[in-house]
């Protein structure tokens, strides 16, 4: 049987308490109960309370799922990044999570963690919530599949694509550029980035809305405030901090293509980024406080 606690206060599941989702779920504390599910539930940040189960394999979601859940935060990665992986954490995962669920009112709101990697454009031009998604990879097409299943659930649901996550925890690229590992030529593709405080804070935000009784739409990009092309981001780095001369085998660029994602809607909600372009949130590693 589910978990049969009853409380006033709002009812939150952050599916997938990893990195990103634990990150979530320590904001939300303050809002009301907020479970967090994992495989390893001891790894859940204070005041969450974990549930072991792993969303891949639906008998051990039959008992880990509670009842009367107001929110629900789908936050999965994939555990192998070829197409079954993506296929298990978006679409699967999801799917057995929904089926668990306890027969109760529609939730409040379903929020799904997805990515900008869905759009495959690679001309500079802007991207938004109505702009085509024709993903290349079988990764966006994973990553889709899984959106319209949230959006299917006959639940309210929103979608939430993030950008390139980056900050304390994310160090890669910064490591790249001061160790030599990244040369990008000039003029290199547009890239897009949001610092991991702020995709945290953008998800409780939305939470908070919902919540509250506010309208949400169906969908955001949660990007920062300045698309930038790579170059311009690595020289700048440069300029900040001692890196290393560019190795002659340094990688070039991503595979996103080169597209400007708009966070116009994202903004019109009320949510305020603390760190609304790269200088801010790479500062910020570089000196820390």
């Not at 308490?17 to 859940?44: E, H, M, Q, W, Y």
């Not at 935060?73 to 995962?93: H, K, M, N, S």
């Not at 400007?260 to 372009?277: E, H, I, K, V, Y």
Request: glycine share 8%; charged share 20%.
């Amino acid at each position: 049987m589910a978990m049969t606690e009853h409380t006033t206060s709002p009812r939150i599941l952050v599916a997938g308490c990893g990195k990103l989702g634990g990150a979530i779920a320590s904001l939300l504390t303050d809002a009301g109960t907020v479970f967090g599910l994992r495989r390893n539930p001891d790894r859940v940040p204070p005041g969450v309370q974990g549930l072991g189960a792993d969303l891949t394999q639906p008998e051990t979601l039959a008992t880990a799922v509670p009842d009367n859940l107001d929110i629900v935060i789908y936050c999965l990665t994939p555990a192998a990044y070829d197409e079954q992986g993506y296929r298990d954490a978006y679409v699967t995962g999801l799917t057995n999570l929904l089926a668990a669920l306890p027969q109760q009112r529609p939730l409040q709101r379903l929020i799904f963690i997805s990515s900008t990697s869905v759009y495959a454009q690679d001309d500079d031009s802007w991207v938004d919530e109505d702009s085509p998604t024709t993903p290349r990879r079988f990764s966006g097409e994973q990553i889709l599949a899984g959106e319209r299943t949230a959006l299917d659930s006959g639940h309210p649901a929103t979608v939430v694509r993030f950008s390139g996550i980056y900050g304390p925890s994310r160090r890669r690229f910064l490591e790249e550029v001061i160790e030599g590992r990244m040369d990008p030529q000039s003029p290199a593709p547009f890239s897009n980035r949001i610092h991991e405080d702020d995709a945290a804070a953008a998800i409780a935000h939305l939470v908070q809305r919902a919540l509250q009784g506010q309208a949400l739409d169906d969908l955001y990009v949660a990007s920062d405030c300045e698309p930038a092309r790579l170059d311009e981001v690595v020289q700048w780095v440069r300029q900040q901090t001692d890196c290393a001369s560019p190795q002659a085998n340094a990688r070039k660029g991503g595979r996103a293509g080169s597209k400007r994602c708009s966070n116009r809607r994202l903004l019109a909600t009320g949510f305020q980024f603390r760190f609304p372009d790269f200088r801010a949130g790479y500062q910020a590693m570089i000196d820390p406080a």
